[in-house]
C-alpha cells in the first residue's frame, strides 16, 4: 500500500465534516483522480491510485471501491490487523457525543491537537531531526491505534495517559541506550514535551503539570529506572 502525503487535503477534509455543504465523497474523487493522472505527485516512483488500495487520511482508513471509497476500522487481532467498513453515520455520533460531554471548543482545540501530532509523526511528513518533539509525534502515529486513540472522541483519557507513560518509558530505554544509564534531564525533557504537545491537554481538568509529573514518578518509579538511574560520576566509575 504506498503512503500518499494528503495534508494539503486536511483544511477542506475538516470543513467537509463540519457539514458545510460540502459532499466529502468529491474530496476522494478530486485526490483519485489527481493520482491517476500522469503528472500525479510522485508519480515516477509510486504506482497510481487504484481499487482495493487503502488510503490513510489522518489515523482513519478508505478502501478504494469499485464505485467511491469505503471507509475501514482497524481493529488489532493477535498479531494482525482487520479491517471492517465503518458507517459515516457512527463517525458523526461519536464526534456529536464527544462535542456535547466536553463542549465544542475543547474537542475542536483537542481534535487539532491530535491531528498535528498525528500528522507530524506520519513517514511523509516525519522530520527526524532527532527531537523530542518528533520522537513525540512519531510515538503517536505508530501506537495511536494500540491505545485506541482517535481524533473524533477524547472521552478515552485512560489511553491517554498509558500511551505518555508508555513514551516517558520509551525515552527511559533510549536514554540507558544512549548513555549506558537512564539521564533524568532526558526524561525531563520529555516530560516537557508531553505538557507541551499531548492531545490531552486540551480537555485535561486540574493542573496539568500534575498530570505530566505523576506520569514521571511512575517511571522513575520502575524497576527499570531504579536498576538503571544513576549519575554521570557514578556512570564514568563503572
Known sequence: MPFYDFKAYEQKWQEAYE?????ISSIFEHIYTEHNADNRPSGQVMSSLSMSDVVQVNERYFYVDSVGFQELNVKPFKDMELMTPVSNE???KTIAADREAIGADKHDAYQKSFNEAYFAGSPVNFSNSGTVEDDYNKFIFNNAQKYSLSSLRSADQAGWEKADEAFLEEVAHKSCEKNGYVDKTDIDR???TLFKLSPRMAVLEGDKQEYTKKLKDNVLASEFCKEHTTTKTAAAVR
Open 19 to 23: 457539514a458545510k455543504g460540502e459532499n
Open 190 to 192: 520529555a516530560t516537557i
Open 90 to 92: 457512527k463517525i458523526e
